[in-house]
């Protein structure tokens, strides 16, 4: 099977393209052209968050724990009468690898337990799921950003299940479901559900 860095420059070369064809015919700005880039390149990397010992779960759960963390840390060295803020800085730094660890494992327990190797993650809900978070995001950024991003953070994703499939001559990784139908549903609701989100934070803010 393609292994990450397969997926990743296969993903590089469509988003640069996707990005060239945008600027031309879109006249997509910085902005818009940067962030669709790196969607679409972290798009390729969302399947294999299935997999066990997949380099992209192990960046994904750093960076949770690193974000988690940081949040953390910004909360108690922040002043305020509960829990006794600020902290000083050496319980601020246990709090902060504390954090860590702690979200790092329950992030990457939680993925290990409910996803299984080429189950839903591979699937052609990903694509649109991944591409409707990223749209909340970049919803307040504009249309042009919104369009950009979503549609490069779709065939980011796209990318990684069709080598999959053309890797494995199978049609697997581009199912609509997989054989657990009440996961699928709530998968594909999910997905209709964030993308109207982002619709309507576009619309409406
Ligand atoms: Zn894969």
């Given amino acids: 099977m393609p292994n990450f860095e397969t997926h990743t420059s296969v993903a590089a070369v469509t988003s640069a393209v996707g990005v060239a064809l945008g600027g031309i015919l879109f006249e997509w700005d910085n902005t818009a052209s940067s962030l669709a880039f790196f969607a679409g390149i972290s798009g390729s990397m969302v399947p294999d968050l299935d997999h066990d010992a997949s380099k992209p ?3 994904a759960g750093f960076f949770v724990g ?3 963390a940081a949040m953390v840390v910004g909360f108690v060295s922040g002043d305020g009468s509960f829990l006794n803020r600020p902290w000083p800085r050496e319980h601020v730094l246990l709090a902060a690898v504390g954090s860590f660890f702690l979200f790092n494992t329950t992030f990457l327990q939680i993925l290990k337990n409910r996803t299984k190797h080429r189950g839903l993650f591979h699937s052609l809900a990903t694509p649109f799921l991944y591409a409707g978070i990223w749209s909340c995001f970049a919803a307040g950024q504009g249309g042009q950003t919104l369009m950009a991003v979503w549609f490069l953070a779709v065939i980011g994703v796209f990318s990684h299940l069709l080598l999959d499939a053309v890797a494995g001559f199978t049609f697997n990784p581009l199912k609509v479901a997989s054989e657990d139908l009440a996961a699928s549903t709530r ?3 999910l997905t209709a559900l964030v993308n ?3 619709f309507i ?3 409406a803010f």
């Fill in 57 to 59: 779960r192990r960046l």
């Fill in 201 to 203: 934070r576009f619309f």
């Fill in 187 to 189: 998968l594909w609701i």
């Fill in 66 to 68: 690193l974000g988690c």
């Fill in 196 to 198: 109207f989100l982002a």
